[in-house]
């Protein structure tokens, strides 16, 4: 189980590679939440802005959220849809205590 501690509002994630954000200035960690009733894609690009390259991809099911590891803190995202949302965080490992 994984606690997400917000760091930045929640924003609606733009739907071009140009226009791609990064979620959070210092943040590794994104939140998404899709909204939609559809699924939706979002995409990671680099940090290059005159010509990003994609570097993957993840579905989201109808209302589903997930926390997305960046691996780089200005790699940068973009969705298929405007109804997807995504705010920066930290991320930390809960209920991993071993009972005794």
């Not at 994104?30 to 390259?53: A, F, G, I, K, M």
């Amino acid at each position: 189980m994984l606690a997400f501690a917000p760091g930045t509002m929640a924003v609606a994630l733009p739907t071009t590679k140009e226009t791609a954000i990064t979620c959070g200035d210092q943040s590794d960690y994104v939140r998404l939440v899709n909204e939609s009733s559809s699924v939706q894609t979002v995409t990671t690009v680099d940090s290059n802005t005159e010509t990003p390259s994609e570097m993957g991809s993840v579905r989201l099911q109808p209302g589903e959220v997930m926390i997305l590891w960046k691996r780089r803190e200005f790699h940068r995202i973009y969705a298929s849809s405007a109804e997807v949302f995504g705010g920066g965080g930290m991320v930390r490992p809960t209920g991993l205590q071993q009972r005794t």
